[in-house]
Antibody, heavy 120, light 109 residues
Framework: QITLKESGPTLVKPTQTLTLTCTFSGFSLSTSGVGVGWIRQPPGKALEWLAL???????RYSPSLKSRLTITKDTSKNQVVLTMTNMDPVDTATYYC????????????WGQGTLVTVSS | DIQMTQSPSSLSASVGDRVTITCQAS??????LNWYQQKPGKAPKLLIYDASNLETGVPSRFSGSGSGTDFTFTISSLQPEDIATYYCQQYDNLLDMYTFGQGTKLEIK
C-alpha cells in the first residue's frame, strides 16, 4: 500500500524559505521508473506542477519557478524534500506530493496535502 | 510551453446524464494525457491515464479518448458521487514538464 504525507510549516513570512518534506511508504525511490513530484493548489484555484525527482536522481522543475525550487531525496529515509525560496503571499496554497510513474507521466498516489500560508 | 485548454470550466447535469469534458493541447502530446477527480478538501485522484486507460478500481462509467492534441473525458451515466472538479494533466516530453488544465467543476442539476 502506497502512502505519502507532507509535512512542514503552516505559516511562513514573506521572503522566507519554505521547506516541505514528503515521507512515503509502500515503494522505494531507488526503483527504476519511480518518481515523486510536488504539486500545489492556491485556494479555489487549479493545480500547478512544481517539481519532480526520479529514481536516478534526475530532477525536473517548472520553468516559471525553477530559480526558486530545489528538490532532493533521501532514499534511506523514504523522504523527498522541496525547498522554495523568497516566499510571497501568492505562494499561499495547499502543497501536495505524489508518486509519479516515468513513461506514463502520471501521478497515481497523492498525499493529503498541507496548507501553507504566506503572511507577515 | 504547451498550453492546455480545458472546457467547459463548469458544468451542470442531471443524474444519469452523459457528461463530456475536453482538453486541447497547443501541440501534439501523443497520449501523454491523464484525468483526475478532486472532491472538495481532498487530494486529486487519478481516473484515466495515457488518455484512455482506466486506473485500477475506477468505475467503468468513466472513460477517456483522444491522441495528439484533442482529448475527451466522459462519464457515461452521472452519479451523485461524481460531483467534483475534474482536471486534465499533460506531459511535455520536449521540455520535460507537466501541466494541469484549469479544471471543470461538475454540479448536479
Amino acid at each position: 500500500q502506497i502512502t505519502l504525507k507532507e509535512s512542514g510549516p503552516t505559516l511562513v513570512k514573506p521572503t522566507q524559505t519554505l521547506t516541505l518534506t514528503c515521507t512515503f511508504s509502500g515503494f522505494s525511490l531507488s526503483t527504476s521508473g519511480v518518481g515523486v513530484g510536488w504539486i500545489r493548489q492556491p485556494p479555489g484555484k487549479a493545480l500547478e506542477w512544481l517539481a519532480l525527482i526520479y529514481w536516478d536522481d534526475d530532477k525536473r522543475y517548472s520553468p516559471s519557478l525553477k530559480s526558486r525550487l530545489t528538490i532532493t531525496k533521501d532514499t534511506s529515509k523514504n523522504q523527498v524534500v522541496l525547498t522554495m525560496t523568497n516566499m510571497d503571499p501568492v505562494d499561499t496554497a495547499t502543497y501536495y506530493c505524489a508518486h509519479g510513474v516515468w513513461g506514463s507521466y502520471r501521478f497515481d498516489y497523492w498525499g493529503q496535502g498541507t496548507l501553507v500560508t504566506v503572511s507577515s | 510551453d504547451i498550453q492546455m485548454t480545458q472546457s467547459p470550466s463548469s458544468l451542470s447535469a442531471s443524474v444519469g446524464d452523459r457528461v463530456t469534458i475536453t482538453c486541447q493541447a497547443s501541440q501534439d502530446i501523443s497520449n501523454y494525457l491523464n484525468w483526475y477527480q478532486q472532491k472538495p478538501g481532498k487530494a486529486p485522484k487519478l481516473l484515466i491515464y495515457d488518455a484512455s486507460n482506466l486506473e485500477t478500481g475506477v468505475p467503468s462509467r468513466f472513460s477517456g479518448s483522444g491522441s495528439g492534441t484533442d482529448f475527451t473525458f466522459t462519464i457515461s451515466s452521472l452519479q451523485p458521487e461524481d460531483i467534483a472538479t475534474y482536471y486534465c494533466q499533460q506531459y511535455d516530453n520536449l521540455l520535460d514538464m507537466y501541466t494541469f488544465g484549469q479544471g471543470t467543476k461538475l454540479e448536479i442539476k
